[in-house]
C-alpha cells in the first residue's frame, strides 16, 4: 500500500474493496450501527466504539477526521492493520469481524470483537481495584507474550 496522492489511494482503496468482497471480509456501513455514547478510547490514530453488527455488539476502531498529510499516514497504517488482521487467528487476540472502506473519503474502519471485562492494561499494571496478584499478572503478560 504506497500512497503518492489522493487519486493514488482511492485506487488503491477501490482495489481493497474488491480483495474484501472476494475474501468475505467487506462490511458495508449500513451493516454497522454505531452507539456514540459507548467510546472505548481515542488515540492518535482515532477512536474505538462499540457498535452493533447485525445485533452482536462489535469494536469499530474509526480514524480521525482529517484531509492532510498525516491523514495519509494514518491511512497507511489501516491498511498495514488490516493486513495483517485478515490472516491472523489465534484465541488469545480479538477476532477480526472486517473492514469498512470508503474509497471516496480515503478510510478504512476495522471492525473487531468486542471483549467485556477489565482493560488489559489495568489488569497488567497493577492499577488500584485490579484484583490480580503480581504473580497473576505476569503469567497474564507471559501468556499474551507465548
Request: glycine share 6%; charged share 20%; proline share 5%.
Amino acid at each position: 500500500f504506497d500512497l503518492q496522492n489522493d487519486d493514488n489511494a482511492a485506487s488503491q482503496l477501490q482495489k481493497l474493496v474488491a480483495l474484501g468482497v472476494r475474501e468475505h471480509w467487506l462490511i458495508r456501513p449500513e451493516e454497522l450501527q454505531p452507539i456514540p455514547h459507548k467510546v472505548l478510547g481515542k488515540g492518535g490514530f482515532g477512536m474505538a466504539l462499540v457498535a452493533l453488527y447485525h445485533g452482536t455488539e462489535v469494536v469499530l476502531k474509526a480514524p480521525r477526521a482529517s484531509r492532510d498529510k498525516a491523514q495519509m499516514k494514518l491511512l497507511v497504517a489501516a491498511a498495514e492493520e488490516l493486513r495483517i488482521f485478515r490472516r491472523l487467528h489465534h484465541p488469545s487476540i480479538v477476532m477480526f469481524y472486517g473492514a469498512c472502506i470508503d474509497p471516496s473519503n480515503s478510510e478504512i474502519m476495522l471492525i473487531l470483537e468486542y471483549i467485556r471485562g477489565q482493560e488489559l492494561s489495568s489488569a497488567i499494571t497493577g492499577i488500584p481495584n485490579s484484583p490480580l496478584a503480581v504473580g497473576d499478572r505476569c503469567r497474564l503478560t507471559d501468556n499474551i507474550c507465548s
